[in-house]
T-cell receptor
Framework: KQEVTQIPAALSVPEGENLVLNCSFTDSAIYNLQWFRQDPGKGLTSLLLIQSSQREQTSGRLNASLDKSSGRSTLYIAASQPGDSATYLCAVPELMNRDDKIIFGKGTRLHILP | NAGVTQTPKFQVLKTGQSMTLQCAQDMNHNSMYWYRQDPGMGLRLIYYSASEGTTDKGEVPNGYNVSRLNKREFSLRLESAAPSQTSVYFC?????????????FGDGTRLSIL
């Protein structure tokens, strides 16, 4: 069964720094990997969906990389801002059966210090 | 753009009461999902609907029922609420299967069962 791990659970970084969030998964046979952002009291917002055939996907100051063979993805945030403070989750499809399920990590809670 | 709308936003119930959580999307999406989010457990899929007229169980379906009323609306019903169902419930939708398409989430319903 697919398992998704995000370490650390929480991270504080001074404003302006570049940072990397990590996501690891146990089954490398994935279609894609998604990164989401969740603000307090809100739902999830999809940030990037990186296909299994891609190695990187970029959106503004965000860059997601995917290394299927090692079961890892990273989300790089450049020039961090206080508005980037949120919980970031990654998710991959569950491929053990034909059900339409994705497995979420528990997230990294990011705090950007002004 | 309304996106995915959930009602109510907050609800307090007594054990044994019933209620229905409502979800509507205005993006003409085929697939809709109900999740619950609990501290330390992450997001877990309750039920999903791949298209109008179809529903399937997710990871934690016990104690819940769903109805895909039409393409826009997907409701979640608790027939006899239990304290273990205290959680934040999220509805999501995607154009196609969530395994291959990005999802759009509502802002959640915060439900407390006393």
């Amino acid at each position: 069964k697919q398992e998704v791990t995000q370490i650390p659970a929480a991270l504080s970084v001074p404003e302006g720094e570049n940072l990397v969030l990590n996501c690891s998964f146990t089954d490398s046979a994935i279609y894609n990997l998604q990164w989401f952002r969740q603000d307090p009291g809100k739902g999830l917002t999809s940030l990037l969906l990186i296909q299994s055939s891609q190695r990187e996907q970029t959106s503004g100051r965000l860059n997601a990389s995917l290394d299927k063979s090692s079961g890892r993805s990273t989300l790089y945030i450049a020039a961090s801002q206080p508005g980037d403070s949120a919980t970031y989750l990654c998710a991959v499809p569950e491929l053990m059966n034909r059900d339409d399920k994705i497995i979420f990590g528990k997230g990294t809670r990011l705090h950007i210090l002004p | 753009n309304a996106g995915v709308t959930q009602t109510p936003k907050f609800q307090v119930l007594k054990t044994g009461q019933s209620m229905t959580l409502q979800c509507a999307q205005d993006m003409n999406h085929n697939s809709m999902y109900w999740y619950r989010q609990d501290p330390g457990m992450g997001l877990r899929l309750i039920y999903y609907s791949a298209s109008e007229g179809t529903t399937d169980k997710g990871e934690v379906p016990n104690g819940y029922n769903v109805s895909r009323l039409n393409k826009r609306e997907f409701s979640l019903r608790l027939e006899s609420a239990a304290p273990s169902q205290t959680s934040v419930y999220f509805c999501a939708s995607s154009e196609g299967p969530q395994r291959i398409q990005p999802q759009h989430f509502g802002d959640g319903t915060r439900l407390s069962i006393l």
